[in-house]
């Protein structure tokens, strides 16, 4: 009997701990207030789009903000889809934290019909614009505004295709560039094996960027060039160019470059590079280097700026301006490829 007491007072115990640790737990989040988009009037937006305008404010969308039952920071996106289309398709316009009102512009909102929804050029359209509330990371609460509807016409979409292809003067492909971010800027790395001219353009041909004047490759990564629609080629030498374009306002630049590492890990330190080879079937920078414990970072040309590259998440991902890459004292295979958008790099145990 005494055993069995225990045993209760045992499971009594257990049982308040329990009750006790449910008192302290978080409250459950909960909305209590609607998340409402303004209404917009005649006059409050533009109706028409079009290039002209495009760096106008379309409109300015101001909500009242969710509200929860506990403090809350909310982050909001606007969305647009076509009316009666319950935002199945829907497009994001823009992300914004701890607001209740956010601007658009012409562009990008003309970007999100022709480019994201697939509507035509000059197209008289009905749609509808939405907030929706996010509150939380690892499992988001999400609340959805009322959708108020516009009625808008389009313009001629901005050049974005999926790829842009680097046309040799023989029309050959010889590389090609990605879309590194949301404005029309393509990126790549391109062998030239022998001095060439080049083009950009889609895979259809059906537009063909280039320039009857060209300034050619420069020292710097800006884009400050000019392009053109069904102009000549550019003249480019011998060499690894990175190369960029923006499709939205035609401008481009080539910079000719070649590789090595630098660092605390290298033999000179952070005093001199050693240069890596590139292989042409690969594609790939790489070099077999003995290292001590240390440091090290790509950069081309042996200089720091306009261009070097480090790796911020230690993932193999380098971004440039990154940071150092640890490495362990041996003798290791570095290998950079640059051939394709993510860039990547490796180092692995020389064999």
């Not at 823009?94 to 990008?108: P, R, S």
């Not at 004047?213 to 550019?234: C, H, K, R, T």
């Amino acid at each position: 009997m005494k055993h069995l007491k225990y045993i209760i007072l045992a499971i009594m115990g257990i049982g308040l701990l329990i009750a006790c640790e449910e008192d302290f737990d978080d409250p459950v989040l909960q909305q209590v207030g609607d998340l409402t988009l303004n209404e917009l009037s005649a006059g409050d937006f533009e109706p028409v789009l079009s290039d002209d305008i495009a760096e106008d404010t379309f409109a300015t969308f101001a909500w009242t903000p969710a509200e929860y039952n506990v403090a809350t920071i909310n982050e909001y996106t606007i969305e647009v889809d076509t009316v009666g289309n319950n935002f199945e398709n829907a497009v994001e316009l823009v992300k914004v934290a701890d607001t209740t009102q956010k601007a658009v512009t012409v562009f990008n909102f003309n970007l999100a019909l022709t480019g994201k929804l697939g509507f035509e050029p000059n197209l008289n359209s009905d749609v509808e614009v939405r907030v929706v509330s996010i509150v939380g990371e690892t499992n988001p609460q999400m609340a959805y505004s009322n959708a108020i509807a516009l009625n808008v016409t389009t313009y001629d979409p901005p050049f974005e295709p999926e790829k842009l292809i680097v046309y040799g003067s023989d029309d050959t492909e010889i590389g090609y560039l990605m879309p590194v971010d949301e404005q029309g800027t393509y990126e790549g790395y391109v062998y030239v094996e022998a001095a060439n001219e080049v083009q950009f353009g889609d895979e259809a041909r059906e537009i063909i960027l280039g320039n009857d004047s060209p300034v050619g490759p420069d020292d710097d990564v800006d884009l400050n060039d000019d392009l053109l629609e069904d102009q000549g080629y550019i003249p480019m030498d011998s060499g690894y160019y990175q190369v960029t374009v923006n499709t939205y306002d035609y401008t481009y630049d080539m910079y000719s470059t070649y590789w090595g590492v630098i660092g605390s890990a290298m033999p000179d330190g952070w005093d001199s590079d050693i240069d890596m080879t590139y292989v042409p079937e690969d594609n790939v920078w790489t070099i077999t280097q003995e290292t001590a414990d240390g440091e090290f970072k790509f950069r081309p040309n042996d200089i720091w700026d306009p261009l070097n590259y480090g790796d911020d998440g230690a993932d193999g991902v380098p971004e440039e301006y990154g940071a150092n890459i640890a490495i362990s004292a041996g003798t290791w295979t570095i290998t950079l490829d640059l051939s394709e958008y993510p860039y990547s790099y490796t180092v692995e145990e020389a064999k």
